[in-house]
């Protein structure tokens, strides 16, 4: 195993850590049964201590913060748990935190049972502007010694927060709740070659958007989900770029869709990320394991979807997309034996962007493993023969570096699906 150090710059500040090993992928998909299990609703409001001199509160689209207790006059220890179990190890937390006087405090961030802190942290003063705190206030305990996984995470972190009477946001990543992503759907959709179309229902009612971009009555279609699992915020940025560079002005992407219509639901798990989830939907499923029995409304929203446009447009779905995150940057692809709609797409694909972006070697994770569908990826080849991947971004990738990744991605996959479509 080649040993390369490679430093990370998350947002632009310092946190570095060694990459001595290639992530090797997640084990194999374990199936298990979706239908609904209840999930433990999160308690709302303020926690306050000292007569109001200092205050949390976790009342906002996408907190979550289920327990804090004062040790002393500058330290708080925060609980931080899962909506159900079992449940992967991605941690959420979000909180607001202020005080009547400015002072330093110590956060100490503990979590549920086996559950370590993942995710470092970022702060806004607005909500919508964040930086990562600077290391000099982050310290962690008990940090394990592996590269990637739970095992090379710590069990608890403190971090060193300059309050007052301003509020400060604290979040595991940025936040882009519903609210954040009809906002950036709406703003898409004002273009004159894009339709924003509602295809069903999360189970606490919230809108599943979905966006039509170019003819859509075209018989080429791909189709690109993104934020089935709630944390997962940096393949969701990813995801943005990829359509921004398919919505953009160029000659290449205006060509392309005069030729293809791409369907975009970019926030699959509403509920899940309003609600500050670890991982599950409403119904307390990973909705990433319901593609085979369809149990939630959110899978079966796209699955109806995809159906009808078939059917309607007497068209075919070349490609799909499911943008995650994960431990580093990962691609999961349908082994190249296995051919569908535009056979050695992805196979090509990968390999253009090896080329373009200097330096890069992506990590590529073929599966012949088709059934059961179980997964989006599955569902999308076996179901409709699209070439079909997950693309998985760090949590910690540098964002300017997965922007980058995206766009050029983007126009690489156009300019081979136009070659092909001849
Ligand atoms: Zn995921």
Redesign the pocket.
Known sequence: MKKIIVLFYVLGLGITYAQNEKYQGQPPIEIVPTDARPVQRQWKGNFTFDDDAVMFSNDFDGARLNGIVKNNDSTYTVLITPENTPINTSPWYAFKVWAKEKNPINVVMTYHESAKHRYYPKLSSDGLVWSPLDSINYTEYEKGDKAFGPGSLPVKVSMKLHIGPDTLWVSGQELHTSHHVSAWVDSLAKKDFIAKKIIGKSRQDRNLNLLAIGKETSKNMLIVISR??PP?VT?YLAMKTFIETITSDTKLAKKFRRKFTTYVVPLMNPDGVDNGHWRHNAGGIDL?RDWANFNQPETRAVKHFMEEKVRQNQGKFYFGIDF???WDDIYYTVDPDLEGNMPSLVTDWLTDIKKELDGYDPNIRPSDNMLPTTVSRNYFFVAHGAEALVF?IGDNTPRAFLKKKARVSANILMQLMLERLK
């Open positions: 089935q699992h997962e393949g990433n995650h995150s994960t998985e």
